[in-house]
C-alpha cells in the first residue's frame, strides 16, 4: 500500500480532508507535523491547503524553513511525488520547489467556487492516469491564487509540458490561465484547486479522485 | 554597534498590482484625478546588531533575499541609521 505523508504546519486547515480523500483511493496517508526531520520513509507527501504559520509576510514564506521541509526537498530530489495543493503550492513555490509565485487575486476577491479545469500535460504524478484535455470540476479556496512568472519561464513550462491544469474561465488572473504546475521530472506538483474536496459525491464531484489515485503506485 | 533598518518591499516592474490599481481608480471619485502609478507595498522595521553601516546593509540585503522579499516577484530597499 503506498504511503504518504501529509505536511501539518500551524495554521494548515485542509490536512484531514486529505487524508480523508486519500483513504478512499486505499492510500496510506498519515499526519507529520512541520517540526519533525523525516517523513518516515513515505512514498510522497502532500503539502495540504491552509494559512500555514499565518500566511504572514507572505503565503508559505516561513512555512518553508519549517524543518519538515528539508525532509520535502530530500523527497523532491528523489523523484517522489511531491504535492502541493492551494497553500501547498504557495508553500513549494516559496521553497523554489516550483518556478514562479502566487500573488493576490486579480479580483481582490477571496474566491470559493467550483471551476472547470482542464487537464494539459498527464506527464506529472498527479495527471498521468488522466486523458489529455480532459475536464475537471474542482473547487478553489484561495485569496492569492494568481499565478505568475517572468516570460522565460513561462516559455520554459509550456516547452518541457509542464502545466499540469489550467483553468477554462480564469477566475484569479494567473497567467496563461495557469491551475497547476510541475517540475521538469514531473513529480513535483503544485495546484490551486482542492482534488480531496471533489472525491465524494456528497461534496458535489468526483472529479479530483483520478488526480489522487495517480498516486498510488 | 545597533542600527535602525526600514526596509520597503514593492512588486517588481510588470507584476501586476490589484491593490494598488484598486486604490488608484478610486481617486478621481474623490477628486484627485491627476494620481497614477499607484503601487502598493510594505514597510519592515527592525533593529540590528552590526559591526558598522556596510557590515548591516550587507546582513539586513541577505534576510531580505532569503526571506523578507520574493525575488520572483518583489523587489526592496533597504535604509539604515545608527
Same mark, same amino acid.
Given at each position: 500500500m503506498t504511503r504518504i505523508a501529509v505536511v501539518v504546519f500551524p495554521g494548515s486547515n485542509c @490536512? *484531514?480532508?486529505?487524508?480523508?480523500?486519500?483513504?478512499?483511493? +486505499?492510500?496510506?496517508?498519515?499526519l507529520v507535523w512541520h517540526t519533525e526531520t523525516s517523513l518516515a520513509g513515505a512514498d510522497g507527501v502532500v503539502v495540504p491547503g491552509g494559512f500555514a504559520h499565518?500566511?504572514?509576510?507572505? %503565503?508559505?514564506?516561513?512555512?518553508?524553513?519549517?524543518?519538515?521541509?528539508?525532509?520535502? @526537498? @530530500?523527497?523532491a530530489r528523489d523523484g517522489r511525488p511531491v504535492i502541493g495543493i492551494c497553500n501547498g503550492f504557495q508553500v513549494l513555490t516559496e521553497a523554489g520547489l516550483l518556478p514562479g509565485a502566487l500573488q493576490r487575486n486579480a479580483g481582490l476577491r477571496f474566491l470559493c467556487r467550483t471551476v472547470?479545469?482542464?487537464?494539459?500535460?498527464?506527464?506529472?504524478? /498527479?495527471?498521468?492516469?488522466?486523458?489529455?484535455?480532459?475536464? /475537471?470540476?474542482l473547487p478553489i479556496n484561495h485569496n492569492e491564487g494568481n499565478y505568475t512568472c517572468d516570460d522565460s519561464t513561462l516559455d520554459r513550462l509550456r516547452e518541457q509540458d509542464q502545466i499540469v491544469l489550467t483553468y477554462d474561465d480564469n477566475p484569479n488572473g494567473s497567467v496563461a490561465d495557469i491551475a497547476g504546475i510541475c517540475n521538469e521530472?514531473? +513529480?513535483?506538483?503544485?495546484?490551486? %484547486? *482542492? %482534488? @480531496?474536496?471533489? =472525491?465524494? =459525491?456528497?461534496?458535489?464531484?468526483?472529479d479530483g479522485v483520478g488526480l489522487l489515485a495517480s498516486l498510488a503506485s | 554597534?545597533?542600527?535602525?533598518?526600514?526596509?520597503?518591499? !514593492?512588486?517588481l516592474a510588470g507584476i501586476a498590482d490589484p491593490e494598488g490599481q484598486t486604490?488608484?481608480? !478610486?481617486?478621481?471619485?474623490?477628486?484627485?484625478?491627476?494620481?497614477?502609478?499607484v503601487r502598493v507595498g510594505k514597510l519592515i522595521r527592525f533593529e540590528i546588531e552590526a559591526a558598522d553601516k556596510p557590515a548591516a546593509l550587507e546582513q539586513c540585503d541577505e534576510l531580505c533575499r532569503k526571506l523578507l522579499?520574493?525575488?520572483?516577484?518583489?523587489?526592496?530597499?533597504?535604509?539604515?541609521?545608527?
Open positions: @490536512e *484531514h480532508d486529505v487524508v480523508e480523500a486519500l483513504g478512499r483511493v +486505499n492510500i496510506d496517508a498519515t499565518g500566511d504572514y509576510l507572505r %503565503p508559505g514564506a516561513i512555512a518553508r524553513f519549517s524543518p519538515v521541509m528539508t525532509a520535502v @526537498e @530530500e523527497a472547470p479545469c482542464r487537464v494539459v500535460s498527464t506527464r506529472s504524478v /498527479l495527471t498521468r492516469t488522466c486523458e489529455p484535455g480532459a475536464m /475537471l470540476e521530472a514531473g +513529480n513535483v506538483v503544485g495546484l490551486m %484547486p *482542492h %482534488p @480531496e474536496r471533489a =472525491s465524494s =459525491s456528497l461534496l458535489g464531484s468526483l | 554597534m545597533k542600527f535602525s533598518a526600514v526596509v520597503e518591499i !514593492s512588486g486604490i488608484e481608480r !478610486s481617486l478621481p471619485a474623490l477628486g484627485f484625478d491627476h494620481v497614477e502609478h522579499a520574493n525575488p520572483v516577484i518583489e523587489r526592496y530597499d533597504v535604509a539604515v541609521t545608527p
